[in-house]
């Protein structure tokens, strides 16, 4: 195979393979907006965002305006957002179809933010000495040659 035929043939196998995984992200679009990978009809923030992420790598258009519905419905009137992540996954999610919030989400961003700090300065169930102390154990016994038994691994 010559090197025209061999390039002719990686640019087929290219678009086949950019047709395939534009009909596999579309079919998973929900009908009151957003994006469901389990082919409902529930459509949540973070497959949405990765949907349109890939639609738009692969340079791929989508009808943008149920989706933006959804996406800007999940905004509470004041501007906040349920979770970080819902805040993350919506906000990222109207930039990539250029478009903005409903409300301004500075305000909900910031409680998100004070949220956050709150929870890191109280301890976890599992703290950082946990994972430390588990990390001396494994050490431990890999350094006596002693195996994990099912019941035993961590």
């Known amino acids: 195979m ?4 061999h390039d ?3 640019t087929v196998d290219l678009l086949r393979s950019k047709q395939e995984a534009s ?20 459509p949540s923030p973070h497959d949405t965002y990765f949907a ?22 999940l905004q509470q009137p004041d501007g906040r ?7 993350f996954y919506v906000l990222s999610s109207l930039q990539i179809l250029g478009c903005q ?4 989400p500075q305000t909900g961003v910031e409680t998100l933010t004070a949220q956050l700090i709150d929870l890191a300065l109280r ?19 890999a350094t006596l040659g002693l195996e994990w038994h099912d019941t035993q691994r961590p």
């Open 2 to 5: 010559d090197c025209l035929a």
């Open 8 to 10: 002719v043939s990686m």
């Open 23 to 42: 009909r596999y992200i579309l079919a998973r679009s929900c009908l009151r907006g957003g994006f469901c990978i389990y082919l409902l009809d529930e």
């Open 52 to 73: 349109l992420a890939s639609l738009d790598l692969l340079q791929v258009p989508c009808d943008p305006a149920p989706t933006i519905g959804y996406l800007q419905a």
């Open 81 to 87: 957002y349920s979770s970080m992540a819902q805040a």
């Open 101 to 104: 919030p409903l409300a301004d």
């Open 123 to 141: 301890p976890a169930d599992l703290s950082a000495s946990f994972f430390q102390a588990l990390h001396q154990l494994a050490t431990l016994r």
